[in-house]
Antibody, heavy 120, light 111 residues
Framework: QLQLQESGPGLVTPSETLSLTCTVS??????????WGWIRQPPGKGLEWIGSIYYSGTTYYNPSLKSRVTISIDTSKNQFSLNLSTVTAADTAVYYC????????????WGQGTLVTVSS | QSALTQPASVSESPGQSITISCTGT?????????VSWYQQHPGKAPKLVIY???KRPSGISNRFSGSKSGNAASLTISGLQAEDEADYYC???????????FGGGTKLTVL
């Protein structure tokens, strides 16, 4: 059974960079059938697509966040990572990683999510 | 990239049916049969319940169904049960620059 697990600091200082890693286990990671994505959800609000990466390293970003987001992949460790720069309180959210099926662009497996709070 | 438009909340009695709408544009919902729907219970990760507009993943009840017309998609849940009470999000492929866009979410209350 495929599992995704987010990891990283739960507290980030304003203006700094938020960094999270998603570790994938129990399935094929370097496959042309999947993208690997990041999604966030501010407290009490809806889901927001951040972006995704293909096993080859090709990235796709939400235009509203593109200037601050970098997603990278390490196929040797079955991990992909999110960096979000110059954070503010508005970036406080639960951050999810997920697998995206190339065939139909559905997110079929999700991590449990990790709360990141931006505060001094 | 604007989010897809969903009603903030809907409610219905157990045993009845409910339809949740999701309105996009000709750049996303209207151009591709690649709409998916997610169910999210409080404190939990979202769960895929519909993909490619009408298809159900293995293990999802046939009480869940989807459809699309023009720039709008819909999720219908029949025979409502208490366990269906959750937030529901639509999502559509939106092109190669961003890949996908989500709806704002709909809170379903089973009265």
């Amino acid at each position: 059974q495929l599992q995704l697990q987010e990891s990283g600091p739960g507290l980030v200082t304003p203006s700094e960079t938020l960094s999270l890693t998603c570790t994938v286990s129990g399935g094929s990671f370097s496959s042309s059938a999947y993208y690997w994505g990041w999604i966030r959800q501010p407290p009490g609000k809806g889901l927001e697509w951040i972006g995704s990466i293909y096993y080859s390293g090709t990235t796709y970003y939400n235009p509203s966040l593109k200037s601050r987001v970098t997603i990278s992949i390490d196929t040797s460790k079955n991990q992909f990572s999110l960096n979000l720069s110059t954070v503010t309180a508005a970036d406080t959210a639960v951050y999810y990683c997920a697998r995206v099926r190339v065939r139909y662009y559905g997110l079929d497996y999700w991590g449990q999510g990790t709360l990141v709070t931006v505060s001094s | 990239q604007s989010a897809l438009t969903q009603p903030a909340s809907v409610s219905e009695s157990p045993g009845q049916s409910i339809t949740i709408s999701c309105t996009g544009t000709s750049s996303d919902v209207g151009s591709y049969d690649l709409v998916s729907w997610y169910q999210q219970h409080p404190g939990k990760a979202p769960k895929l319940v519909i993909y490619e507009v009408t298809k159900r993943p293995s293990g999802i009840s046939n009480r869940f169904s989807g459809s699309k017309s023009g720039n709008a998609a819909s999720l219908t849940i029949s025979g409502l049960q208490a366990e269906d009470e959750a937030d529901y999000y639509c999502c559509s492929y939106a092109g190669t620059s961003t890949l996908v866009v989500f709806g704002g979410g709909t809170k379903l209350t089973v009265l």
